[in-house]
């Protein structure tokens, strides 16, 4: 875990309030005790993390049988969601986390649909900008379609073994 400092930490505990707000007014939530959701320790992502936007870290030797809130470790988010225009996204995916830590560890149906209950109805939509996002932060090359002007950042060259999608052209590698 990355230790947050201590403007980080103050808009970590800011996320942390307003999520926990939005979701005591939620239906779903309603039979479910989450005032333990306030002592979580909240820690960051590596910087340079693109796969990952959010996790949930269990105590070791936590199985199915005894999840409970008190075996979260942490949970962690990655630090670019602190930016002020990710904030939506951001809630969306500290939900998402609470949701683990409230013991449902596999993304099922049921998992789905605690997550869809979420009032920012967009916000799950905002994950795939946020992966664009970082994918061009740490972008080392463009593919580039020379047919269709389409650029895609990516960290490693295509060294010509992709084709575009939409017109079959191979791509060719721009540094950045
Ligand atoms: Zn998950
Ligand atoms: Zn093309």
Known sequence: MVKPNESQSILLEDLRFL???IMSDMEIWQDFDLLPLQKIRLGLLRKNATQRHGVTKWNRG????NLSIDNVETIELHP????????????????????????FRNHDLLFR??????PGKNAGDLGSKFTEYLRKKSAKWFWVCSNCNLQFPRKKPSSGRYKCRKC???LVDIEV
Do not use: R
């Not at 990710?86 to 013991?103: D, P, R, S, T």
């Not at 649909?113 to 979420?118: F, G, M, N, Q, T």
């Open 62 to 65: 936590i199985t199915a049988d």
């Open 80 to 103: 670019d969601l602190l930016n002020n225009e990710w904030n939506a996204y951001a809630a969306f995916v500290l939900h998402h986390e609470f949701i683990h830590a409230l013991g």
């Open 19 to 21: 999520v926990i707000e």
């Open 168 to 170: 079959s052209t191979t």
């Open 113 to 118: 649909k605690l997550e869809h209950s979420w």
